[in-house]
T-cell receptor, first 112, second 114 residues
């Protein structure tokens, strides 16, 4: 399936600052780009996704941008809060088109 | 979105034994998957649970070690057989809602093998 590279692996920001996490991929046929948040002791939760026919999608303080030419997509969190502290994963559809292949994750820490 | 319940939520098992994990969904879903998440790592797909037929396993995972059942569109089980400490992981059930593209996850089963 499609491999996805995710950076950075850890990110520490102060409350109120912005956080950006980036994922790059190689298969130009990829057309669905989700982001998941995993809090301690819980399963991953879909927080935002985008399809290849748009370049940006926003939902309150979070946004996802897609650059199909450069083959990367990014998660943007503005006005970060301590409750944003979690591990974030990007993902891409695998060979079957239904299951997802996940990036290695970014551990985000928001300090008050 | 679908609500996914997994049982048990955690367990500590002895080497050589087997554990069966249950996944119950509150609505009928076409696609169900089992993932493994080793400590501090990302998620790795084990297999697709196919309703009424044998599961489809990913490279590195075999039916003898991880038998899966899916008797209907709302329920599946994953068994971790002949466990060793290397099987200590979080095992996650996931479903795809038809046409949506997104996967939804249960809270996982945290397995420790001693």
């Amino acid at each position: 399936g499609e491999n996805v590279e995710q950076h950075p692996s850890t990110l520490s920001v102060q409350e109120g600052d912005s956080a950006v996490i980036k994922c790059t991929y190689s298969d130009s046929a990829s057309n669905y780009f989700p982001w998941y948040k995993q809090e301690l002791g819980k399963g991953p939760q879909l927080i935002i996704d985008i399809r290849s026919n748009v370049g940006e999608k926003k939902d309150q303080r979070i946004a996802v941008t897609l650059n199909k030419t450069a083959k990367h997509f990014s998660l943007h969190i503005t006005e970060t809060q301590p409750e944003d502290s979690a591990v974030y994963f990007c993902a891409l559809p695998g060979n079957s088109g239904y299951a997802l292949n996940f990036g290695k994750g970014t551990s985000l820490l928001v300090t008050p | 979105s679908a609500v996914i319940s997994q049982k048990p939520s955690r367990d500590i098992c002895q080497r050589g034994t087997s554990l069966t994990i249950q996944c119950q969904v509150d609505s009928q879903v076409t696609m169900m998957f089992w993932y493994r998440q080793q400590p501090g790592q990302s998620l790795t797909l084990i297999a697709t649970a196919n309703q009424g037929s044998e599961a489809t396993y990913e490279s590195g995972f075999v039916i003898d070690k991880f038998p899966i059942s899916r008797p209907n569109l709302t329920f599946s089980t994953l068994t971790v057989s002949n466990m060793s400490p290397e099987d200590s992981s979080i095992y996650l059930c996931s479903v795809a809602e038809q046409g949506a593209g997104a996967l939804h996850f249960g809270n996982g089963t945290r397995l420790t093998v001693t």
